[in-house]
Structure formats: C-alpha cells, structure tokens
C-alpha cells in the first residue's frame, strides 16, 4: 500500500488541482492527505472524483488558513478515529493483514504554540497499542539548514 501526504498551501486554483492530480496518477498511492486545503469542505469532497479516489474525509478550513483532505480507494479498509483542525487520525486495515494506525499532522503555524502539536501526538499514541505511522507537515524546524539565511542569522543571535 502507498500512502502520500501534501501539504498544498492552498487547493482553490487550477495549477494546483492538476499537480495534485499528477502526483496522484506518478504515484498511485492508495491513500492520499492534502493538508492546508483553504477552500470549503465540498470543494475538497469533490477532488475526489476527479482524483479517482472512492471515498473522502475532510475538515473543514477556517476560512483562508487550514483545512485537511482524506481520500482513498476501496482496496483497503480506511476508519477515521479523531480528528481535529491539526489532525486525521485513523485505522487502516488491509486485505489479510493487520489492522495499524496512519495519522496525518499539520502541525501549529504560531511557534509560540507548536508544543501543542507535540501533546497532540501523545494523547494520540496513548490511545491504540497498533503499529503506527505520522505524516504531515510538523511546522517545526529541526536542523539549521532549513532556515533561510536571515533566520539564521536571528538563531544565532539568540532570537529564536
């Protein structure tokens, strides 16, 4: 199985829905995650029949900010668990194999607040003894190298 999460920045022009729609035919996952979506729910629910996907799952975007898209084909058993404004967490079973978990993470923007992501993640973990996989976008900076050169000029004089 193949499992592929993107985060759009946005799926509300025709440049995106069809790179979307390549990476869907490149790849052929049988899972797809579009997270920071921008657009009304049934906008998002639509993408999925000219995606070719058999079912959907969607949280709504705020507005212009937010917004995670699920999609996926009846090969595999797919339950969605919880989710939030931040999270898909869900249950994949397929055929003669185990059942094991996939979450799918967009992780707090506001740095101030991305300890919350982090939580999330352990209330998460806590609730399932399954084999468990996270993808997404974390919005969190591991290595110097992914800043650019003004931010790391502010890490080095302690600003962040």
């Known amino acids: 199985m193949r499992a592929l999460c993107w985060n759009c920045r946005g799926i509300g022009n025709s440049v995106t829905v069809r790179e979307l729609r390549d990476l869907a035919k490149d790849y052929a996952p049988s899972v797809l995650c579009i997270l920071e979506t921008q657009i009304a729910r049934t906008r998002v629910e639509n993408l999925r029949y000219s995606l070719g996907y058999d079912n959907s799952f969607v949280v709504n975007s705020n507005g212009r900010?937010?917004?995670?898209?699920?999609?996926?084909?009846?090969?595999?058993?797919?339950?969605?668990?919880?989710?939030?404004?931040?999270?898909?967490?869900?249950?994949?079973?397929?055929?003669?194999?185990?059942?094991?978990?996939?979450?799918?993470?967009?992780?707090?923007?506001?740095?101030?607040?991305?300890?919350?992501?982090?939580?999330?993640?352990?209330?998460?973990?806590?609730?399932?003894?399954?084999?468990?996989?996270?993808?997404?976008?974390f919005n969190e900076i591991l290595h110097p190298r992914e800043l650019g050169p003004k931010s790391k000029r502010r890490l080095s004089n302690g600003v962040f």
């Open 65 to 137: 900010s937010g917004g995670l898209g699920v999609f996926w084909k009846n090969d595999i058993s797919l339950k969605v668990i919880k989710y939030s404004q931040y999270h898909i967490d869900t249950e994949i079973c397929e055929r003669d194999k185990e059942p094991w978990r996939l979450t799918f993470i967009y992780g707090e923007a506001n740095r101030a607040e991305r300890e919350k992501t982090w939580y999330l993640l352990k209330f998460i973990k806590s609730h399932s003894p399954l084999p468990w996989i996270c993808m997404g976008d």
